[in-house]
């Protein structure tokens, strides 16, 4: 039982520090950018419990992993005014893709802790070490995976507000039209359409394959600081 809890713990750990970390990003870019709303409603802080929504953080990540079916979850969104932004349309691309680029970067600082952890640990099989090493592994892997799952281009995912600035007027009207209907089409292609069509799982199809590149990057620089 206890085993169980831990393993859990070095799940859920990572997991709130990532979502936190992304959101927050979101809001101090938007601040950066003439944006003051995240700030004003107090949603600059890393205070988790400002961030985490406990259905969509904690209850059905939770539930798609006992039925294991494909992970996605949500925290509550940072807000954002793209017309109190100087430049709304590019300044939404660049508040998008704060929170992709934020996971990255965290990414990289838990593959040196990581490397960090191994050279100073040795041979040791401390019970303290071991979680530890636990939750900077997972905290990699999670945020590589959150920063490149957020930049598929449906609504409400970060990757969709990349797209909706590219776009001519004429394409991004109509594709920002889409953003009502975002959460049922989520669950369509990311539950409904794996069920009975396995081979076309969106996650394993699209983002599994760079998931797996970039973590390979990333325990490379783990080993390269562990000095193997």
């Given at each position: 039982?206890?085993?169980?809890?831990?393993?859990?713990?070095?799940?859920?750990?990572?997991?709130?520090?990532?979502?936190?970390?992304?959101?927050?990003?979101?809001?101090?870019?938007?601040?950066?950018?003439?944006?003051?709303?995240?700030?004003?409603?107090?949603?600059?802080?890393?205070?988790?419990?400002?961030?985490?929504?406990?259905?969509?953080?904690?209850?059905?990540?939770?539930?798609?992993?006992?039925?294991?079916?494909?992970?996605?979850?949500?925290?509550?969104?940072?807000?954002?005014?793209?017309?109190?932004?100087?430049?709304?349309?590019?300044?939404?691309?660049?508040?998008?893709?704060?929170?992709?680029?934020?996971?990255?970067v965290l990414a990289a600082?838990?593959?040196?802790?990581?490397?960090?952890?191994?050279?100073?640990?040795?041979?040791?099989?401390?019970?303290?070490?071991?979680?530890?090493?636990?939750?900077?592994?997972?905290?990699?892997?999670?945020?590589?995976?959150?920063?490149?799952?957020?930049?598929?281009?449906?609504?409400?995912?970060?990757g969709s507000h990349i797209?909706?600035?590219?776009?001519?007027?004429?394409?991004?009207?109509?594709?920002?039209?889409?953003?009502?209907?975002?959460?049922?089409?989520?669950?369509?292609?990311?539950?409904?359409?794996?069920?009975?069509?396995?081979?076309?799982?969106?996650?394993?199809?699209?983002?599994?394959?760079?998931?797996?590149?970039?973590?390979g990057h990333y325990y490379?620089?783990?080993?390269?600081?562990?000095?193997?």
């Amino acid at each position: 039982m206890n085993q169980t809890l831990l393993q859990a713990a070095a799940l859920v750990i990572p997991l709130i520090l990532a979502i936190v970390f992304h959101e927050v990003a979101h809001g101090w870019t938007a601040l950066a950018l003439g944006d003051p709303t995240a700030r004003e409603q107090r949603r600059l802080s890393l205070n988790p419990l400002r961030h985490v929504d406990p259905v969509g953080t904690v209850i059905l990540p939770g539930a798609l992993a006992l039925a294991g079916a494909p992970i996605f979850g949500w925290a509550k969104p940072v807000p954002v005014n793209r017309w109190r932004l100087r430049d709304p349309k590019r300044g939404m691309m660049v508040v998008a893709a704060a929170g992709p680029v934020s996971n990255l970067v965290l990414a990289a600082i838990g593959a040196v802790l990581l490397g960090l952890l191994v050279r100073l640990a040795g041979s040791s099989e401390s019970d303290v070490l071991q979680f530890a090493g636990q939750n900077l592994n997972n905290f990699m892997m999670i945020n590589v995976f959150l920063a490149l799952f957020n930049l598929l281009p449906i609504p409400p995912f970060d990757g969709s507000h990349i797209v909706e600035g590219l776009l001519p007027r004429g394409l991004a009207e109509p594709y920002a039209r889409l953003r009502p209907y975002g959460f049922p089409l989520l669950i369509v292609l990311l539950l409904v359409v794996p069920y009975f069509f396995p081979q076309w799982g969106l996650v394993g199809r699209l983002v599994v394959p760079p998931v797996m590149w970039a973590t390979g990057h990333y325990y490379a620089l783990a080993q390269f600081v562990a000095g193997d």
